[in-house]
């Protein structure tokens, strides 16, 4: 018997950390961690301790035999990474890291007994913004350092996209969030909530009462289509839609209408699988559920019988990720059906391997959908249809939108459709006080110190960009940790004028 992981894996690499023999991978120092979908273990390797089950944070980690039904497949799809011929082993293994200095982050080594040159006097360190990116800089600075933590984030409640980007029919994965909130009450830890850098106090203020500002702020805006009709109403960025069921502050509870009996969701990415997997979930599956309780009622009232997902590329370059393509696969109260309107999908489809993530669409019916229909789904029972190789081009209607008209296999078409959903990624926005890339929407740096702003570090999406799972920050947290702790031990970082208690003051007055 043996462990295997599943589809809420964050490949945070925790698991990898504690395995006592090595046997889950890729690990981060080999060279397809950095593009892994989720972690794996070698069944062969395994001694079945269940170190890696106790200490996963979300949940994915479970003995072979114990694997519930729409799991199970699991079992193969761990053993057969390690078949891939391409699969590193550990003793050919790459390094992912580079020699920049000291390494203070030997990875999961115990390091609260070690004595760092960044520990002749503690740091004090303020992050901006409480989500994956920021608790992970300040997990790795808690743990690896004596530093002390000022964590702020503008909103209310802290969490970031842990509280309000995950789904709420994927607890695992939001549980994260309580190993992140763990470090609010450190003793070393200040949590400011409510207050906005860059309104409140100014990015100044804030490092003048700091060795170090480490800005974790995420991806707050969301990319446009750039065609016509897309500002109608019911043309709806995804961003909206996952803030308005997470009950986000910032997004009125009748943001959304589900009146329309079909969907179109552009995008092929996770976030796309998310909204359509809510759009026709049964609202009594998500009632004991974090959703908003306005989002249950509008999901309660909602006409939607089909959800079309626009992939412009072929199945073969589709974003989503495969865990998230099987979970949906298993819904036994949904239809899952490819449009095949144009033949190089299906061949796309015939031609992929077992582990390709073209592959997971082999056993799903294929049909030419006639647009000209009304949807199909019926009472309870609602569809999902993945259209591959188009390209939309206009959002058609009046006041509100009528048809998405799209492009691609034999020519232009029009969808008839009541309200499109705009799923095609996030954007950072610029934050005040920090230089901004337009074209990638990040903070130029230099692996985490943000260029010409010496004691000013970036992390997480407004570091790299939109894109990787809660875990991805993990590595990228220990990057910029690792710069931020090279430059106090080079003498780098400006020192600040006011003290914690000032700091505080200010926090209080400006809120
Ligand atoms: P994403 O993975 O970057 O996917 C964006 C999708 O939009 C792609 O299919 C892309 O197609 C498409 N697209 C971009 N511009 C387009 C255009 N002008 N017209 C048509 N299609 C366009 O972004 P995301 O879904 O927002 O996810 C962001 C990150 O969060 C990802 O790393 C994702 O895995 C992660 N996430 C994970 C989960 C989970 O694990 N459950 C849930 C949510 C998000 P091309 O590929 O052709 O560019």
Redesign the pocket.
């Known amino acids: 018997m043996a462990f295997a992981i599943t589809q809420t894996c964050?490949a945070d690499a925790t698991c990898v950390a504690v395995c006592p023999v090595n046997c889950i991978h890729p690990t981060p120092e080999e060279r397809a961690f950095g593009s892994t979908e989720m972690l794996y273990v070698d069944p062969k390797a395994c001694i079945d301790c269940g170190a890696c089950a106790d200490a996963c944070p979300v949940d994915a980690v479970f003995p072979v035999d114990s694997l519930p039904p729409a799991q199970r497949e699991y079992a193969d799809i761990n053993a057969a990474y390690f078949d891939r011929p391409e699969t590193e082993s550990p003793a050919t293994a790459g390094s992912g890291t580079a020699d920049h200095g000291p390494n203070f982050h030997a990875w999961g080594e115990p390091s609260f007994d070690r004595v760092l040159p960044s520990d002749f006097r503690p740091l004090r360190v303020a992050i901006v913004g409480t989500g994956p990116a920021g608790m992970y800089a300040a997990e790795d600075l808690l743990l690896h350092t004596r530093s002390e933590v000022t964590l702020i984030d503008r909103l209310p409640v802290a969490g970031g996209l842990v509280r309000y980007?995950?789904?709420p029919d994927?607890p695992a994965?939001r549980k994260i969030g309580d190993t992140f909130a763990r470090f609010h009450s450190h003793p070393r830890v200040r949590l400011h909530l409510g207050l906005d850098v860059g309104g409140h106090i100014t990015a100044e203020e804030l490092a003048a009462h700091h060795d170090a500002v480490i800005y974790a702020v995420g991806a707050a805006g969301d990319?446009r289509?750039?065609i016509p009709g897309e500002d109608r109403a019911g043309c709806v960025s995804?961003t909206t839609f996952v803030a308005w069921y997470n009950a986000h502050p910032e997004v009125a509870p009748d943001a959304v209408d589900l009146s329309a009996e079909r969907v179109v969701v552009?995008?092929?990415?996770?976030?796309?699988?998310?909204v359509a997997r809510i759009l026709v979930s049964d609202p009594e599956t998500l009632a004991g559920t974090a959703i908003a309780g306005h989002a249950l009622a509008e999901l309660r009232r909602s006409k939607v019988r089909e959800v079309v997902l626009?992939?412009?590329?072929g199945p073969e370059?589709?974003?989503?990720?495969r865990?998230?393509l099987l979970a949906l696969k298993h819904r036994a109260e949904l239809d899952l059906l490819v449009d095949d309107h144009d033949p190089r999908i299906g061949a796309a489809i015939d031609a992929a391997g077992p582990q390709d993530k073209a592959g997971v669409l082999r056993d799903l019916p294929r049909e030419a959908v006639d647009w000209s229909a009304p949807p199909e789904g019926t009472g309870r029972r609602r569809r999902i249809v993945l259209r591959f190789l188009s390209?939309?081009v206009e959002v058609c209607g009046d006041e509100d939108i009528r048809a998405v008209r799209v492009t691609g296999g034999a020519g232009e078409r029009e969808i008839p459709a009541g309200l499109a959903l705009?799923?095609?990624?996030?954007r950072g926005v610029p934050q005040a006080g920090l230089p901004f890339d337009e074209a990638t929407g990040t903070v130029p740096h230099e692996r985490g110190r943000v260029t010409g702003a010496p004691g000013t570090y970036v992390v997480g999406w407004i570091k790299r960009g939109?894109?990787?799972?809660?875990g991805?920050n993990r590595a990228c947290a220990a990057e910029t940790v690792g710069t931020l702790l090279a430059d106090a031990v080079a003498g780098a970082l400006p020192a600040p004028t006011g003290g914690p208690k000032a700091f505080r003051r200010l926090a209080r007055r400006r809120r």
């Open positions: 964050c980007g995950v789904a994927h994965t990319r289509l750039g995804a552009v995008g092929n990415g996770n976030v796309a699988l998310d626009l992939g412009r590329r370059h589709a974003a989503y990720t865990p998230e390209t939309p705009r799923a095609i990624g996030y939109p894109s990787g799972g809660i991805a």
